[in-house]
């Protein structure tokens, strides 16, 4: 299983950036896709970006065209910018990644304040 270590999470204002990280214990190479997931207080998981070993991305309709997921190989690690932030982005962001397993990350908070 693949340890994922997240950070970048915090408090900022609506309109405001933050960029998640995440770090993963092995080569993201030999991972077949790695993304992140939310959960706000009182709601399901839901996932906000995904990333495959052949670059293709998707996102949830609603960041798409505000939040960025990207990957550095050499680094092993997965970010996701978040950019235009609204107050309905608040939750809990997990990094996940899929191989022959699942593996996910502490989570990490992010808060919007309106």
């Known amino acids: 299983q693949v340890q994922l270590v997240e950070s970048g999470g915090g408090l900022v204002q609506a309109g405001g950036s933050l960029r998640l990280s995440c770090g993963a214990s092995?080569?993201?190479?030999?991972?077949?896709?790695m993304g992140w997931y939310r959960q706000a207080p009182g709601k399901q998981r839901e996932r906000v970006a995904w990333?495959?070993?052949?670059?293709?991305?998707n996102y949830a309709d609603s960041v798409r065209g505000r939040f960025t997921i990207s990957r550095d190989n050499a680094k092993n690690t997965v970010y996701l910018q978040m950019n235009s932030l609204k107050p309905e982005d608040t939750a809990v962001y997990y990094c996940?990644?899929?191989?022959?397993?699942?593996?996910w990350g502490q989570g990490t908070q992010v808060t919007v304040s309106s």
């Open positions: 092995t080569s993201i190479l030999s991972i077949n896709a």
């Open positions: 990333i495959t070993n052949a670059d293709t991305t």
């Open positions: 996940a990644a899929l191989s022959i397993f699942w593996s």
